[in-house]
């Protein structure tokens, strides 16, 4: 089908049943027995981005199926209720962000009332047992365990492997891990944090166990900053009397 003469011939040529797209750059009217994919039209309506402000009626006559509901609505609808959901996303993205951010000081606030109370420990026997008290209190844990060896390697073999091979704390509700059975009562989520005297590559010198009665409050997909830091901070109070 030809394009139509006369005044306005673009937006008549646009306008035809038969529609047009580009071919080498150069746009040709389509005849009924040309095949056109979706990328073609596309790409027709990139290149031609002043399309629907010539030919708004045609804007108008679009139909899509409602996303929820099925019943038919216009493409300017259609746009309207994509745009909504992608604010809705938008919105709940950001709530997700304040969320953590308050979750995160006040995990900030109890790490540092952990650190006032472990800095006034006293060097002895039984700070192993000090630390896992003031855990315990300051993070409303369930129960923890922490085993401090030191340079002496425990007898326990399966033990020592699973830390050996552990590079950061493992957290869940279900872990296969030999030091949960460390704990004096099964814990709902447990966190297992590998305890060091310097650096991550030494071998490790003893381990802190958290458990909770809650599954969400250890979870695998969490972050484990703030548990490498007691880590880190727990190994270095434990270290300055096996020197």
């Excluded at 460390?182 to 060091?196: E, F, K, M, T």
């Amino acid at each position: 089908m030809q394009a139509a003469r006369g005044h306005n011939t673009d937006r008549h040529a646009y306008a035809s049943p038969t529609f047009i797209a580009p071919l080498s750059h150069h746009i040709i009217a389509m005849t009924d027995a040309t095949t056109h994919t979706p990328e073609d039209i596309a790409l027709f309506l990139r290149q031609h981005p002043d399309f629907f402000i010539q030919n708004a009626d045609i804007f108008a006559e679009f139909k899509l199926p409602h996303p929820h509901s099925g019943k038919a609505i216009s493409l300017g609808e259609r746009q309207i209720l994509t745009l909504r959901e992608r604010l809705k996303q938008t919105e709940n993205t950001l709530a997700g962000l304040i969320h953590n951010a308050k979750s995160n000081d006040a995990i900030s606030l109890r790490l540092y009332q952990w650190v006032e109370h472990l800095v006034a420990l006293p060097d002895s026997d039984t700070l192993a047992d000090a630390i896992r008290a003031t855990l315990i209190e300051d993070f409303g844990l369930q129960d923890a365990t922490v085993r401090w060896w030191g340079a002496t390697p425990p007898e326990d073999a399966a033990l020592l492997d699973s830390l050996t091979n552990q590079a950061a704390p493992a957290v869940g509700s279900s872990l296969d891990h030999p030091a949960v059975a460390l704990l004096a009562q099964p814990p709902a989520s447990v966190a297992i944090i590998v305890l060091r005297h310097d650096v991550i590559g030494d071998q490790p010198a003893g381990v802190l166990v958290l458990g909770a009665d809650s599954a969400d409050r250890f979870t695998p997909d969490m972050g484990t900053h703030f548990l490498a830091t007691i880590g880190a901070l727990a190994s270095a109070t434990l270290g300055r009397t096996a020197a």
